[in-house]
């Protein structure tokens, strides 16, 4: 008789563990993923893309990237460990997506063409157009 009241315990237990432990996934479910794709031969644009987001990043996302909300990774695409990624987004050169990842499930936006247009000769419109579209997609 004992074990019935300590059976019911432990499932109780193991009820609350999995509702917290659920809980917490939902929580860090939505995050933003900044992806900027790269060859070994770089370009002066190239190379103003990386570092114009990068402090776009550092200036208006710290405490984000901080908590896991944004997620930053460049990617060599020259390299054999990164071909899956590469074709997934069917990259062959410098691209620059913002993705948004809400319970798993991925909205890709493609910001290669404004990063070319901006990035080396008007920075400042292109922080301004990462910054718009990273705190929309993080809302």
């Known amino acids: ?7 019911f315990t432990v499932l109780a237990c193991l009820l609350l563990v999995t509702s917290v432990s ?12 900044v992806l900027y794709f790269h060859s070994k031969q770089r370009c002066m644009t190239c190379k103003a893309i990386e570092k114009v987001t990068g402090e776009t990043l550092t200036q208006y ?61 008007n920075p400042e419109k292109f922080k301004t157009i990462l910054h718009q579209k990273i705190a929309t997609l993080l809302r």
Request: aromatic residues 12%.
């Open 61 to 121: 996302f710290a405490q984000e990237i901080k908590a896991g909300k944004v997620k930053y990774r460049v990617i060599d695409i020259s390299l054999p460990q990164n071909q899956e990624i590469a074709d997934k987004y069917q990259v062959t050169w410098s691209s620059l997506y913002i993705n948004q990842w809400r319970n798993n499930k991925e909205q890709t936006n493609n910001l290669t063409e404004e990063a070319f247009a901006n990035a080396h000769n």
């Open 22 to 33: 659920a809980q917490k996934k939902n929580v860090n479910s939505t995050y933003v993923e």
């Open 1 to 7: 008789m004992k074990r019935i009241p300590f059976l």
